[in-house]
C-alpha cells in the first residue's frame, strides 16, 4: 500500500507499506468506501470533474475508429466508473441527471450503468461481477451509436428501416467487442440480451425468463428505468412515479419485476437528481438518500423568487417550512446552476 487508507468512520484499514496477501485481499479492501488523509496544501478530489472528464473521453473513444477500441481499454474506463460510484454514489446517480456528462446516448448509457452497479451491489455480486456488467452498459449500444442518437432526438415514429436495425443492434455489439477480443461471457451475454423479455417477446433471440442472464435482467431494468427519467425531444422526462408505473404496469411482462422491486425499495420514488418545491417555495434538489432510500433532506438552491442562492442550503424536509411541496423539472430559463455545489464539490 502507498498510503494509509482510512474507512469513512476514520478507521485505519490498510497502513502504508501494508502487503496484501492476495487478490481476495484486495477485492475485500477495494469493495468499500476508502480514505485517505488529505495532506496540507494538496488538491483535493473533484469527483464530478472527473466524471466530465471520463465522460467526454469515453464519448471520443467510442466514435472514433473501431481499431483504436480493445478490452483492455473499454475495462478500464468500467473501473474508473466504478471508482467513482464507489466515492460517491449519490452524486453518481443525480448529477448527470441535471448536469449531463456526455452526448445523450452516453448520457443514458452512464446513469443506466450507475443504476445496474446499485442493483448488482445489492444482489452481492462479486466485484468482478459487476465489473462485468458496468462494461456491458457502457458497450450495450456501441455498434448503433449515431442511430441511437438520432433515435434520442427524433421526433414522431420510428421507421421499419430504424427499426429493424434497432433490433438487431445487441448481436450487432456484441460481435464488434468480440472482433475487439473481448472474451468475457458474461459482458457478451449482457450486451446480447439486454432487450430480451422475461415473457419471450423481445430481441433477438426470444429468450424466455431464467434463459436471460441475471446480468441482463439487471441491464434491461436500469436501461428502461433511465430511458424514462430522461428527456427526450418530443416529450421531457418522466417522474420516478411515472417510470415505476410504466415498470409495474405496461412493461410487467417484459422485465423482471423483482429487479424491478429492488430498485424501487432502494432508492423510492425521490432518488438522487429530484427536483422539488418546499413548502416555503424554495427550490431544492434530493441529493443523498439512506439506505433504505428515505430521503430525509434536501438542499435548496434557488430562494422563492427563482434567484440563485449565495451558497446551497440544507433542509429538513420533515419540519413543515421546509416538506415537499410538489415535484418540478427543469427549466431552461432559470439562471445558471452550479449543480456539482449541491453535493458538496
Same mark, same amino acid.
Given at each position: /500500500?502507498?498510503?494509509? @487508507?482510512?474507512?469513512?468512520?476514520?478507521?485505519?484499514?490498510?497502513?502504508?507499506? /501494508?502487503? %496484501?496477501?492476495?487478490?481476495?485481499?484486495?477485492?475485500? @479492501?477495494?469493495?468499500?468506501?476508502?480514505?485517505?488523509?488529505?495532506?496540507?496544501?494538496?488538491?483535493?478530489?473533484?469527483?464530478?470533474?472527473?466524471?466530465?472528464?471520463?465522460?467526454?473521453?469515453?464519448?471520443?473513444?467510442?466514435?472514433?475508429?473501431?481499431?483504436?477500441?480493445?478490452?483492455?481499454?473499454?475495462?478500464?474506463?468500467?473501473?474508473?466508473?466504478?471508482?467513482?460510484?464507489?466515492?460517491?454514489?449519490?452524486?453518481?446517480?443525480? =448529477? *448527470?441527471?441535471?448536469?449531463?456528462?456526455?452526448?445523450?446516448?452516453? &448520457?443514458?448509457?452512464?446513469?443506466?450503468?450507475?443504476?445496474?452497479?446499485?442493483?448488482?451491489?445489492?444482489?452481492?455480486?462479486?466485484?468482478?461481477?459487476?465489473?462485468?456488467?458496468?462494461?456491458?452498459?457502457?458497450?450495450? &449500444?456501441?455498434?448503433?451509436?449515431?442511430?441511437?442518437?438520432?433515435?434520442?432526438?427524433?421526433?414522431?415514429?420510428?421507421?421499419?428501416?430504424?427499426?429493424?436495425?434497432?433490433?438487431? #443492434?445487441?448481436?450487432?455489439?456484441?460481435?464488434?467487442?468480440?472482433?475487439?477480443?473481448?472474451?468475457?461471457?458474461?459482458?457478451?451475454?449482457? $450486451?446480447?440480451? #439486454?432487450?430480451? &423479455? /422475461?415473457?419471450?417477446?423481445?430481441?433477438?433471440?426470444? @429468450? $424466455?425468463?431464467?434463459?436471460?442472464? %441475471?446480468?441482463?435482467?439487471?441491464?434491461?431494468?436500469?436501461?428502461?428505468?433511465?430511458?424514462?427519467?430522461?428527456?427526450? =425531444?418530443?416529450? *421531457?422526462?418522466?417522474?420516478?412515479?411515472?417510470?415505476?408505473?410504466?415498470?409495474?404496469?405496461?412493461?410487467?411482462?417484459?422485465?423482471?419485476?423483482?429487479?424491478?422491486?429492488?430498485?424501487?425499495?432502494?432508492?423510492? %420514488?425521490?432518488?438522487?437528481?429530484?427536483? $422539488?418545491?418546499? /413548502?416555503?417555495?424554495?427550490?431544492?434538489?434530493?441529493?443523498?438518500?439512506?439506505?433504505?432510500?428515505?430521503?430525509?433532506?434536501?438542499?435548496?438552491?434557488?430562494?422563492?423568487?427563482?434567484?440563485?442562492?449565495?451558497?446551497?442550503?440544507?433542509?429538513?424536509?420533515?419540519? #413543515?417550512?421546509?416538506?415537499?411541496?410538489?415535484?418540478?423539472?427543469?427549466?431552461?430559463?432559470?439562471?445558471?446552476? &452550479?449543480?456539482?455545489? %449541491?453535493?458538496?464539490?
Amino acid at each position: /500500500m502507498p498510503c494509509d @487508507l482510512f474507512s469513512e468512520t476514520g478507521v485505519l484499514l490498510a497502513g502504508a507499506g /501494508m502487503l %496484501l496477501s492476495d487478490e481476495e485481499h484486495f477485492l475485500k @479492501l477495494s469493495s468499500r468506501p476508502l480514505y485517505q488523509q488529505a495532506q496540507a496544501g494538496a488538491e483535493s478530489v473533484q469527483p464530478l470533474q472527473r466524471l466530465n472528464d471520463l465522460g467526454a473521453y469515453t464519448a471520443t473513444l467510442l466514435t472514433g475508429p473501431e481499431e483504436g477500441l480493445s478490452e483492455e481499454e473499454l475495462r478500464l474506463l468500467a473501473r474508473a466508473f466504478l471508482a467513482l460510484f464507489r466515492l460517491d454514489a449519490d452524486a453518481c446517480l443525480g =448529477y *448527470p441527471r441535471l448536469s449531463p456528462v456526455a452526448p445523450a446516448y452516453l &448520457n443514458h448509457c452512464l446513469q443506466t450503468l450507475f443504476i445496474a452497479v446499485l442493483l448488482a451491489d445489492r444482489l452481492e455480486f462479486s466485484e468482478t461481477e459487476t465489473e462485468s456488467l458496468a462494461a456491458a452498459a457502457l458497450t450495450m &449500444n456501441i455498434a448503433a451509436i449515431p442511430l441511437h442518437e438520432r433515435l434520442l432526438n427524433q421526433k414522431g415514429n420510428i421507421s421499419n428501416e430504424d427499426w429493424f436495425a434497432l433490433r438487431g #443492434h445487441p448481436e450487432a455489439s456484441a460481435t464488434l467487442l468480440e472482433r475487439r477480443g473481448v472474451t468475457d461471457k458474461d459482458w457478451l451475454d449482457s $450486451v446480447r440480451q #439486454h432487450h430480451e &423479455n /422475461m415473457d419471450g417477446s423481445g430481441y433477438p433471440c426470444n @429468450l $424466455v425468463g431464467g434463459q436471460i442472464s %441475471l446480468s441482463a435482467r439487471i441491464l434491461h431494468v436500469a436501461d428502461f428505468y433511465c430511458g424514462r427519467i430522461n428527456a427526450r =425531444y418530443f416529450r *421531457p422526462p418522466k417522474s420516478t412515479r411515472t417510470a415505476f408505473k410504466e415498470l409495474f404496469e405496461d412493461a410487467r411482462s417484459h422485465l423482471d419485476t423483482q429487479i424491478a422491486t429492488l430498485l424501487l425499495r432502494r432508492i423510492g %420514488l425521490f432518488p438522487s437528481g429530484t427536483l $422539488v418545491r418546499l /413548502m416555503n417555495r424554495e427550490y431544492a434538489c434530493i441529493c443523498r438518500l439512506g439506505r433504505s432510500g428515505r430521503h430525509r433532506f434536501a438542499v435548496s438552491f434557488m430562494d422563492a423568487r427563482g434567484n440563485p442562492l449565495e451558497s446551497p442550503k440544507d433542509r429538513n424536509l420533515e419540519t #413543515h417550512a421546509f416538506a415537499i411541496r410538489n415535484l418540478i423539472d427543469f427549466d431552461p430559463a432559470w439562471p445558471k446552476i &452550479n449543480w456539482s455545489r %449541491l453535493w458538496g464539490y
